[in-house]
């Protein structure tokens, strides 16, 4: 199932890229379900790594994703999808409520998708610098705010044992992006 999941994920995205860089954008849905077989996680949360973008950037619709790979799959990827037609500001706080309050597989899925997204976003800020936060629909106040509320909700509701070691990292990447600034 995973060969399938990555493959359409392929399909969905491509000519896609990356909103700071030139990099193709199913590099980010590859790391994304990397990070969660590294850690361990199911099957259908793998194949959800790959296709959590599939229905918020491509044509492709939720009814897809469960014909393809099952409900269990469609539910994680709709878990985390956001509904495009609210604000940004709408769209994040649901984002740090639904990290807040789900499952623990959702949560797993959020922070792998937010780790990677963040770790792209400082590899992008060492090369463009402050012009970084020109590409986003919201600057640097915006995602401190967002990312920060991210980390302080993450672990809302694990067991230590229930959490990964990327959790981890997370926190230390956002202290990174949106620390003390010189």
Request: charged share 35%; net charge negative; aromatic share 10%.
């Amino acid at each position: 199932m995973k060969p399938k999941a990555k493959a359409f994920a392929e399909k969905a995205h491509e000519g896609q890229k990356r909103k700071s860089s030139d990099i193709a954008y199913i590099t980010h849905p590859i790391r994304v379900a990397e990070r969660l077989e590294e850690a361990g996680f199911s099957d259908e949360l793998v194949c959800a790594g790959y296709l959590h973008d599939v229905v918020e950037d491509t044509p492709y619709e939720m009814e897809d994703i469960e014909v393809e790979f099952g409900p269990r799959v469609a539910h994680l990827v709709a878990a985390h999808t956001e509904d495009k037609s609210k604000s940004w500001q709408e769209r994040k706080q649901h984002t740090i409520d639904t990290v807040k309050y789900a499952e623990k597989e959702v949560k797993y899925l959020i922070i792998a998708d937010k780790l990677d997204n963040l770790l792209s976003m400082e590899q992008e800020y060492q090369r463009q610098g402050e012009a970084l936060w020109d590409n986003f629909n919201a600057g640097f106040d915006k995602q401190k705010w967002y990312n920060e509320s991210v980390a302080a909700n993450m672990s809302v509701g694990l067991k230590e044992d229930a959490i990964p070691a990327y959790f981890h990292e997370f926190p230390d990447v956002v202290e990174r992006m949106f620390g003390a600034r010189d």
